[in-house]
């Protein structure tokens, strides 16, 4: 009777373990797949599994994987991740449920729910707004760098050109590299048509504006973090993500450049 019940025990305290597995992984998967850094990742994971009552938990993230286990003695389950952008909406919601959980203003049911909703959840932004943004932004990066406001309308739409491409191709193949060297080259190939046609004045300023929405600036931020917070291993893979994007945008220009 008393192994049964002890039997019975042990297995509830298996299931609960494996759903607060579960849960903390669904959450760090969201975060990474956001753009956050690996050590807010690891943070936030360590307090939801403490909040639930396994204070003793250990993860591992890299910018693929992430590897979590409740204590030492669990097993470590793993979890893949394939794709990542940039949403610092969802990071931000993500951390406010971990945050109520450790408070205690809700359950592992609700947080669960919550973070469910968050996963399935599109974009804060469309793409359409996206491009519009782009647009505004290699405009004002163009003045910024000292050019002329003549120079501003066309970098409107050759901003707009390059970040549709980069992202409609990265939709189509699944290496980054490809995306962003096509995407800079249209760019680069656009200016040029533009000040030769009389639209712009000087094709570098509005090449230089125009590939400000391409450049990896929160992935070069993120790297740096970590290497601060000793995530050498995650700030040094994406660093390298950082100087392959840099890469490809420069070697797009420079085969502009070479040709005419």
């Known amino acids: 009777?008393?192994?049964?019940?002890?039997t019975s025990a042990a297995a509830s305290t298996g299931t609960?373990?494996?759903?607060?597995?579960?849960?903390?992984?669904?959450?760090?998967?969201?975060?990474?797949?956001s753009g956050a850094e690996t050590y807010r990742v690891e943070d936030t994971m360590s307090r939801m599994a403490a909040a639930l009552g396994f204070p003793g938990a250990h993860s591992y993230v890299t910018p693929t994987v992430i590897m979590f286990t409740?204590?030492?003695?669990?097993?470590?389950?793993?979890?893949?991740?394939?794709?990542?952008?940039?949403?610092l909406e969802k990071v931000s919601e993500v951390n406010d449920i971990s945050r109520?959980?450790?408070?205690?203003?809700?359950?592992?049911?609700?947080?669960?729910?919550?973070?469910n909703t968050v996963d399935d959840a599109a974009h804060a932004y469309p793409l359409w707004l996206q491009?519009?943004?782009?647009?505004?932004?290699?405009a004002c990066f163009t003045v910024m760098f000292k050019g002329s406001l003549w120079?501003?309308?066309?970098?409107?739409?050759?901003?707009?050109l390059g970040f549709a491409a980069a992202t409609y191709l990265h939709r189509l193949v699944q290496v980054r590299f490809f995306a962003e060297?096509?995407?800079?080259?249209?760019?680069g190939l656009t200016a040029f048509f533009s000040v030769k046609f009389g639209i712009g004045n000087e094709m570098d300023k509005i090449i230089i504006g125009s590939v400000m929405p391409l450049v990896p600036g929160l992935l070069i931020t993120n790297a740096v973090r970590d290497l601060m917070a000793g995530h050498l291993v995650s700030g040094l893979s994406k660093g390298a993500d950082a100087f392959l994007t840099a890469f490809a945008i420069g070697t797009g220009i420079g085969l502009v450049l070479s040709l005419f």
């Open 1 to 6: 009777m008393d192994s049964t019940i002890n």
């Open 131 to 138: 491009i519009i943004a782009a647009a505004i932004t290699g």
């Open 70 to 87: 409740t204590s030492r003695t669990e097993p470590v389950k793993l979890f893949r991740i394939a794709e990542r952008t940039t949403d």
């Open 181 to 187: 060297f096509t995407a800079s080259f249209l760019i």
């Open 16 to 33: 609960a373990a494996h759903e607060i597995i579960d849960l903390c992984l669904l959450a760090g998967k969201i975060m990474l797949q």
């Open 151 to 160: 120079d501003a309308v066309p970098a409107l739409l050759v901003s707009a």
């Open 100 to 115: 109520r959980l450790s408070e205690r203003q809700i359950t592992a049911a609700e947080a669960r729910e919550r973070l």
